[in-house]
Each structure stands twice: as structure tokens, then as C-alpha cells.
């Protein structure tokens, strides 16, 4: 079955670098995502990392991905109030129509 | 190019009426899934179109229903409204090899 779990609050100071974590329990996953939404709005995709991959870096963020533990990460770099927000992890299952998301992390960047 | 279009943005029912939210892919884009976002949660799947096939369902009652048509925009329909159907009602697109699902602005939907 599916199950993604993230912790719920992060408060990061800006310019410091911001680390989310998630972890899923299903193995056939074959991507893993980290989707951003700002209050009212939909969900934005930020990246999305191939079960193959270890890592992936795109300008401030890194995604690290341990298979082995089913554990993924967001590193964002030099946090801006600008990346205040709730940041959801998902994985695609054994279907690669069905995302099945955490509850999401809010993260709040105070000055 | 546009994103994911949804229509309308908010909406406000009352129990036992019946809701169509409706959904424009991005251009290229044949499959279409819709998700419903409760305060606080994450999304949750609710179905998947693809080439106007119904691909996957997810736990969501029969009063759930949804189409797609040839030009692939899609419908969704609520019958029955409960006061639990309120929600952020999200539909995505699904880029042609189907790795990426790009979520439009959501529909806000108030049952009272």
C-alpha cells in the first residue's frame, strides 16, 4: 500500500539552507516528487527524482533519495521568505497515474 | 503556454445538490486526473482519464464521476453533495510519457 509521511513544521531563518524529509513505503515507486503550494493556490512541481537516481540538483534545491530506506529529501539553499509555503512529497506507486501524497510540511522563514 | 485551466474558482452548494467542476489540460497533454484536497491534508487521488478511458479509480464513492472529452478537457460531478465534500477539488495533467502530473489552481468547493 501507499503510505508518505512528513513531519508537519520546519521554521528556517532566511539564508539558511532548509531540509525536509519524507518517507514512503512503497518500493515499486519509479519517481518521487516535491510539490510546493502557497496559501489558496494549487500545487506547484518543483522536481522529481527517477527511483535509479541518488541525487538531483536544480539550482537551489537537491533532492536526495535512499532507496534502500525509502527516504527522501529537500534541500533548499539560502531560504528565501519567498519559499514560505506547505511542500508535499509523493511518490507514483505501481501505477504511474495515482500519486499518493504526505500531508505536507509547512515551512516558515522568518527574518 | 497555459497551464492546467479549472472553472470555476470557487463555488458554494448546499446538501444534496450536485456540482460539475470542470478542466482544461495543458496543450499536448491526453491524460487528466483530479484530486481532492481536504483542509490540511494532502491531495488524494480521485480518478484518471486517458484518451478518454477511465485508468484508475481511487476510494471515493460512486456519487464521484467524472468524463473526458475529445478535445480532452474533463468534468467532474459531485451528486448527493455531504458537508465532507468540502474541499480543494485539484485537477493535473500528465506530460505524454506520463512522469510528471502538473496541477491547475484547484476548485474551492463550500457544501453547507
Known amino acids: 500500500g501507499e503510505d508518505v509521511e512528513q513531519s508537519l513544521f520546519l521554521s528556517v531563518r532566511e539564508g539558511d539552507s532548509s531540509v525536509i524529509n519524507c518517507t514512503y513505503t512503497?518500493?515499486?515507486?519509479?519517481?518521487l516528487y516535491w510539490y510546493k503550494q502557497e496559501p489558496g493556490a494549487g500545487l506547484q512541481l518543483l522536481t522529481y527524482?527517477?527511483?535509479?537516481?541518488d541525487m538531483k540538483q536544480d539550482q537551489r534545491l537537491t533532492v536526495l533519495l535512499n532507496k534502500k530506506d525509502k527516504h527522501l529529501s529537500l534541500r533548499i539553499a539560502d531560504t528565501q521568505t519567498g519559499d514560505s509555503a506547505i511542500y508535499f512529497c509523493?511518490?507514483?506507486?505501481?501505477?504511474?497515474?495515482?500519486?499518493?501524497f504526505g500531508a505536507g510540511t509547512t515551512v516558515t522563514v522568518r527574518a | 503556454d497555459a497551464g492546467v485551466t479549472q472553472s470555476p474558482t470557487h463555488l458554494i452548494k448546499t446538501r444534496g445538490q450536485q456540482v460539475t467542476l470542470r478542466c482544461s489540460p495543458i496543450?499536448?497533454?491526453?491524460?487528466v486526473s483530479w484530486y481532492q484536497q481536504v483542509l490540511g491534508q494532502g491531495p488524494q487521488f480521485i480518478f484518471q482519464?486517458?484518451?478518454?478511458?477511465?485508468?484508475g479509480r481511487g476510494n471515493f464513492p460512486d456519487r464521484f464521476s467524472a468524463r473526458q472529452f475529445p478535445n480532452y478537457s474533463s468534468e467532474l460531478n459531485v451528486n448527493a453533495l455531504l458537508l465532507g465534500d468540502s474541499a480543494l477539488y485539484l485537477c493535473?495533467?500528465?506530460?505524454?510519457?506520463?512522469?510528471?502530473?502538473?496541477f491547475g489552481p484547484g476548485t474551492r468547493l463550500l457544501v453547507l
Open positions: 509523493a511518490e507514483n506507486g505501481s501505477n504511474d497515474y495515482k500519486l499518493s
Open positions: 482519464y486517458y484518451e478518454k478511458e477511465e485508468r
Open positions: 512503497d518500493s515499486s515507486s519509479t519517481y
Open positions: 493535473a495533467s500528465s506530460s505524454p510519457l506520463q512522469e510528471t502530473q502538473y
Open positions: 527524482i527517477f527511483s535509479n537516481m
Open positions: 496543450s499536448g497533454h491526453k491524460s
